[in-house]
């Protein structure tokens, strides 16, 4: 079974900064999909970056990038340049590339952004 | 575009009573998963629906089950409720057939409360 592991229960970052979230995941396939998701105190569960394991270039979204390291099993999520509105429950979440397929979530990381 | 819609927005219930959660798809998807997400954790998948029939299975006992109708929409119930089902709801909607990375899109939620 696919697990998903997110080891930074909470983070900080100041405004302007830039700061980085981790993920880990086991898996036999070899292809599959990665997903970050942000879900504020408004509950809503916003998708941030999508990332195909195919592709070796890492995704970007504005101020989001990844580090997709498929051998480390790795994806972790670049936040630049970080405002108020990014404070919210981050969750990293991994899909098999069959269509329809489930997601396995992570714990999830509490971000907090300082003014 | 009307995104992924839940009703109703909290419940409160006692054990051994159920539950129908209600989730209306984004516009032009056709297939509805749906999370229970306890508190302080990542939400862990229930089930699926793609054409008025559950497709897929989380680790969920019988008590837990769904209904998808001819215009997409889906329920959730739950049986004889326990304390341990009190939780946020999730419900996300996808488009199987879309030949490419059928993102899941989340509604806002249901919470409920098991007294």
């Known amino acids: 079974a696919q697990t998903v592991t997110q080891s930074q229960p909470e983070m900080s970052v100041q405004e302007a900064e830039t700061v980085t979230l981790s993920c880990t995941y086991d898996t036999s396939e070899s292809d599959y999909y990665l997903f970050w998701y942000k879900q504020p105190p408004s509950r809503q569960m916003i998708l941030v970056i999508r990332?195909?394991?195919?592709?070796?270039q890492n995704a970007t979204e504005n101020r989001f990038s990844v580090n997709f390291q498929k051998a480390a099993k790795s994806f972790s999520l670049k936040i630049s340049d970080s405002q108020l509105g990014d404070a919210a429950m981050y969750f990293c979440a991994y899909r098999k590339e069959t269509s329809g397929s489930r997601l396995t979530f992570g714990e999830g990381t509490q971000l907090t952004v300082n003014p | 575009d009307a995104g992924v819609t839940q009703s109703p927005t909290h419940l409160i219930k006692t054990r051994g009573q159920q539950v129908t959660l209600r989730c209306s798809p984004k516009s032009g998807h056709d297939t509805v998963s749906w999370y229970q997400q306890a508190l302080g954790q990542g939400p862990q998948f229930i089930f699926q629906?793609?054409?008025?029939?559950?497709?897929q299975r989380g680790n969920f006992p019988d008590r837990f089950s769904g209904h998808q109708f001819p215009n997409y929409s889906s329920e959730l119930n739950v049986n004889a409720l326990l304390l341990g089902d009190s939780a946020l709801y999730l419900c996300?909607?996808?488009?199987?057939?879309?030949?490419?990375?059928?993102?899941?899109?989340f509604g806002p939620g249901t919470r409920l409360t098991v007294l």
């Open positions: 990332q195909e394991a195919y592709k070796q």
């Open positions: 629906y793609y054409e008025e029939e559950e497709r």
């Open positions: 996300a909607s996808s488009l199987v057939t879309s030949g490419y990375t059928d993102t899941q899109y």
